[in-house]
């Protein structure tokens, strides 16, 4: 496969509605998860993707495999786990168009990942491994885990990408900042939005961002996102901005997996850095135009009618 990756996939209620979960709203069953998001939209693109992860032997997991597997994603290696849970969370709108998660997925089966789950053939086969700042924090064996791929990775010629992923309600009352600067500092792609990199190195500022970043040597290409203004892809000697790309925006959650998947698609289709930097902003803000993660990843078809017009 081209790309692989490694991360927990949940169960996702959607509500169909504005009113708050208090109130009973009507849900959708979707399924979520930075990594799986990224895989899919690999997949979608015209690519080839590998999703690696432990679900519950539970209805649940068997829903999280067929959804996956049916946009074509190599699911050979997921394990069921069948004494701990597959993880759930629930979707609710907030008044200012944001939306807040609840979480159901302490000692989830994906939390009990160890570095036997790992496959290294197809890390070492792969072109690029791609991994969130989320599962580190699962647990101590999660954080092995990546551990454990990274270096399978290095030991072959498979690029490594990293988005941060910060999710303050999964950091509880721990700092994860050095862990995760650190996991930056071995990676060959640093993806990552604006506000995660004011928390990682403490500035907004792009030209700050850059030299913190590209101070370490194994970093080649870096991508900071901010939403619907737009975001920069660099290299270690050029920096291009990308101008936000118009679009019906309903939920905004996974569009920075989208903006991952586009930029991986563009690198594994040896393009020029701007342009995926340009295939990342489309794939990004379209996929914030359905409620769910996935539904609004878009095809390479659509990419190309996008960029055609
Ligand atoms: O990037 C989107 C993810 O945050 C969402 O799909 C859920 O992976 C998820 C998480 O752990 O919050």
New binding site residues.
Partial sequence: QQLVTIG?T?V?FVPQSNEPLRYGTTLKMCI???ES?TAVGIQKLGGTASFITRLGDDCFGQYILRMIRAEGVDTAHIKFDPEHPTGI?FKEPLPNQETA?HYYRLDSAASHMTPDDIPEDSIKSAEIFHFSG?TPILGKSCRDTIYSAIETAKSGKTAISFDP?I?KK?WKDQDFTALMKELASMSDYVLLGLEEAAVLYGTKEISRIISNVFSSSSVKFLAVKNGSAGAWVCDSDHTFFIPPVDCRCIEP??A??AFNAGFLSGILKSKPLEICGTIAAVCGSKATETPG?IESLITERELNDILNH
């Fill in positions: 927990e949940m996702s979520a998860g930075a998001n969370m998660v989320i992923n999710r999964l959650t996974g920075g997996d993660d």
